[in-house]
């Protein structure tokens, strides 16, 4: 075979590839747009390392095994800039001023936000059916 028509059919498989791989998640994992946050689709819980409001929520979690009942994801907010910046763009999703905002903070995945352990738990209990 012609060695033409074999880099011909290389390039038609590796452009195949990198266009399946861009495509779908295969590339999630790489860097390609350093210094974007992307956040997690869905419900997101923020909560600080010692926080005590916080210990109250994920209590209520593990007695009531939420995380059987429901998906969320969790994001630590104290120590990890990265969330910090997830939150403020939760905060502004759902029109509230940064700076009267505490943690736990959950927001909905839409447009709706919770702050405080009881809140947080309450929205836990009517979603979870408890």
């Excluded at 910046?85 to 029109?95: E, M, N, R, S, T």
Aim: charged share 25%.
């Amino acid at each position: 075979m012609d060695k033409t028509i074999i880099v011909i059919i290389a390039i038609i498989i590796l452009g195949g590839f990198l266009f399946w791989g861009f495509q779908s998640d295969f590339f999630s994992g790489l860097s390609i747009n350093p210094g974007k946050v992307i956040a997690p689709d869905g419900i997101i819980l923020f909560y600080g390392d010692g926080c005590p409001h916080c210990e109250n929520v994920e209590d209520f979690i593990s007695e009531n095994n939420i995380e059987d009942k429901m998906a969320f994801s969790r994001l630590e907010v104290w120590n990890n800039e990265d969330n910090q910046v997830i939150l403020a763009q939760d905060i502004k999703k759902c029109g509230m001023n940064a700076d009267e905002v505490g943690i736990p903070f959950l927001f909905d995945g839409v447009d709706k936000c919770y702050m405080g352990d009881e809140d947080v738990i309450n929205y836990f209990k009517t979603k979870a059916g408890i």
